[in-house]
């Protein structure tokens, strides 16, 4: 059977219009041909917003495609970092991390290597952070939130945020570093801050303090070994011979005795039986009480959460249950994650919306462009009050994101769609918002 023709020679025949129609009519036939086009388009015009619209999309689908969708996005923020994109991808970026990390601690790591996607998100974030770099306590206190509250991964390395962080974030990573060593017995926490520590001294340039902490390791080559690079890096080269003439002698290695099984405190036992009898805000909230009392608030959390997720999937007023769940934990970000993912109701998403948008714009704009649709739709002079209100807001949170001309067209759209609704037109002048030219004559507002 002869290969197939190579097509290339005559499709460089046609025309760019030709080409055009072409791909369009397959891509209405090809679903993820028409994502791919859509993130390129979007890599192409700078449009954070649509991107992070296309990032909704992928993290409500929920299934198998979710790992490829996410792909997607990834190298769309990559492709805008290397054509070196004026946006701020930070904020994108990290919601990008935040949503592949939630669906892993929510799924585990599914087929389609998720954690490879999650690997990836963190290392492009760190790009986006150095492009632009978001406050650097803030950021400290991501990066916090992660290794000591997270599912485990992903694991951050902070040479990659180092510049990111700054004095000022390394100094916050530091201070709470140094508090958990001196109060967390063994266990999760101390094993995190005795990770970042080191990670600290390396990024810090602390070579006697990272030979201190590396010397008092149970004896392995590895270990050895890096002191010994670590000391010929700094130009101490009889130090690192001593070294490296104790990683050629055999060590026995130390193995650590066994995990204990925790022992439950009976007030959480109980609280926690009352949670998996009736898992809900009540029962949450009464099992958090009794779990930080007891120290143990991190492992209940996160098995208390996973319930909460399985049970958000069922329809819309789980996810809202799961939603103001994570707002009254403080966890904000992880509650617009959930609304998104689990598609809560509009006025949830509208409240936590309402939270974000002071420092994710982009992110909000669809959920305030689809209150404006819906309030519009209910054709009644209050209604169009508080439309014109909210179309207020969105002209900012344009101006913010660094979007003002797609608040334009979308403006634009907006007011040839419903041109006939003088009453909305009016409200949208009284709210002083600049109204297109094809409305602003006297006969077109009648």
Same mark, same amino acid.
Request: aromatic content about 4%; some cysteine.
């Given at each position: 059977?002869?290969?197939?023709?190579?097509?290339?020679?005559?499709?460089?025949?046609?025309?760019?219009?030709?080409?055009?129609?072409?791909?369009?009519?397959?891509?209405?036939?090809?679903?993820?041909?028409?994502?791919?086009?859509?993130?390129?388009?979007?890599?192409?015009?700078?449009?954070?917003?649509?991107?992070?619209?296309?990032?909704?999309?992928?993290?409500?689908?929920?299934?198998?495609?979710?790992?490829?969708?996410?792909?997607?996005?990834?190298?769309?923020?990559?492709?805008?970092?290397?054509?070196?994109?004026?946006?701020?991808?930070?904020?994108?970026?990290?919601?990008?991390?935040?949503?592949?990390?939630?669906?892993?601690?929510?799924?585990?790591?599914?087929?389609?290597?998720?954690?490879?996607?999650?690997?990836?998100?963190?290392?492009?974030?760190?790009?986006?952070?150095?492009?632009?770099?978001?406050?650097?306590?803030?950021?400290?206190?991501?990066?916090?939130?992660?290794?000591?509250?997270?599912?485990?991964?992903?694991?951050?390395?902070?040479?990659?945020?180092?510049?990111?962080?700054?004095?000022?974030?390394?100094?916050?990573?530091?201070?709470?570093?140094?508090?958990?060593? %001196?109060?967390?017995? &063994?266990?999760? @926490?101390?094993?995190?801050?005795? #990770? *970042? =520590? /080191?990670?600290? $001294?390396?990024?810090?340039?602390?070579?006697?303090?990272?030979?201190?902490?590396?010397?008092?390791?149970?004896?392995?080559?590895?270990?050895?070994?890096?002191?010994?690079?670590?000391?010929?890096?700094?130009?101490?080269?009889?130090?690192?011979?001593?070294?490296?003439?104790?990683?050629l002698t055999p060590h026995k290695h130390l193995q650590p005795p066994p995990p204990r099984e925790p022992e439950e405190d009976d007030d959480v036992s109980r609280r926690r039986k009352e949670f998996d009898e009736r898992p809900?805000?009540?029962?949450?909230?009464?099992?958090?009480?009794?779990?930080?009392? %007891?120290?143990?608030? &991190?492992?209940? @959390?996160?098995?208390?959460?996973? #319930? *909460? =997720? /399985?049970?958000? $999937?069922?329809?819309?007023?789980?996810?809202?249950?799961?939603?103001?769940?994570?707002?009254?934990?403080?966890?904000?970000?992880?509650?617009?994650?959930?609304?998104?993912?689990?598609?809560?109701?509009?006025?949830?998403?509208?409240?936590?919306?309402?939270?974000?948008?002071?420092?994710?714009?982009?992110?909000?704009?669809?959920?305030?462009?689809?209150?404006?649709?819906?309030?519009?739709?209910?054709?009644?002079?209050?209604?169009?009050?508080?439309?014109?209100?909210?179309?207020?807001?969105?002209?900012?949170?344009?101006?913010?994101?660094?979007?003002?001309?797609?608040?334009?067209?979308?403006?634009?759209?907006?007011?040839?769609?419903?041109?006939?609704?003088?009453?909305?037109?009016?409200?949208?002048?009284?709210?002083?918002?600049?109204?297109?030219?094809?409305?602003?004559?006297?006969?077109?507002?009648?």
């Amino acid at each position: 059977m002869s290969p197939p023709s190579d097509l290339r020679p005559y499709l460089r025949t046609l025309d760019a219009e030709t080409l055009a129609d072409l791909l369009h009519a397959q891509a209405e036939r090809d679903p993820e041909l028409r994502h791919s086009l859509e993130l390129r388009a979007a890599t192409q015009s700078g449009d954070v917003s649509e991107a992070h619209r296309l990032l909704d999309t992928a993290v409500s689908d929920g299934n198998v495609e979710y790992t490829a969708k996410v792909g997607a996005v990834l190298d769309t923020l990559r492709r805008m970092l290397d054509a070196g994109s004026r946006a701020d991808l930070a904020p994108l970026a990290r919601r990008t991390v935040d949503d592949i990390s939630a669906m892993y601690e929510q799924a585990g790591d599914h087929p389609g290597d998720l954690g490879d996607r999650l690997d990836r998100a963190v290392e492009i974030y760190a790009r986006a952070c150095t492009a632009r770099p978001p406050d650097p306590e803030k950021l400290a206190d991501w990066i916090l939130e992660v290794e000591f509250d997270g599912p485990g991964r992903p694991v951050i390395d902070l040479a990659e945020f180092a510049t990111a962080l700054g004095e000022p974030g390394l100094r916050r990573i530091k201070s709470t570093v140094d508090d958990v060593l %001196a109060a967390s017995g &063994p266990g999760h @926490r101390r094993d995190v801050a005795e #990770r *970042l =520590r /080191e990670q600290l $001294a390396e990024v810090l340039g602390d070579v006697d303090g990272l030979v201190a902490i590396l010397s008092a390791k149970p004896p392995r080559v590895d270990v050895s070994l890096k002191i010994v690079r670590v000391l010929r890096a700094a130009g101490r080269h009889s130090e690192a011979i001593a070294h490296a003439a104790r990683a050629l002698t055999p060590h026995k290695h130390l193995q650590p005795p066994p995990p204990r099984e925790p022992e439950e405190d009976d007030d959480v036992s109980r609280r926690r039986k009352e949670f998996d009898e009736r898992p809900g805000r009540e029962t949450y909230a009464a099992l958090r009480e009794a779990a930080i009392d %007891a120290g143990k608030w &991190p492992v209940q @959390r996160q098995a208390a959460l996973a #319930r *909460l =997720r /399985e049970l958000a $999937a069922d329809g819309v007023e789980r996810a809202d249950e799961l939603a103001r769940v994570l707002l009254e934990d403080g966890r904000a970000d992880e509650a617009w994650r959930a609304c998104v993912r689990f598609e809560a109701s509009p006025q949830v998403r509208l409240d936590l919306a309402e939270l974000r948008s002071a420092e994710h714009p982009a992110e909000t704009i669809p959920v305030f462009r689809a209150a404006v649709d819906e309030l519009i739709e209910r054709k009644d002079p209050q209604s169009y009050q508080e439309a014109a209100r909210r179309l207020k807001l969105l002209r900012t949170l344009h101006k913010r994101a660094g979007t003002p001309d797609e608040f334009t067209a979308y403006l634009g759209t907006l007011v040839e769609t419903h041109k006939r609704k003088t009453r909305l037109i009016t409200e949208i002048r009284t709210a002083r918002i600049a109204l297109p030219k094809a409305v602003t004559s006297p006969r077109a507002a009648r």
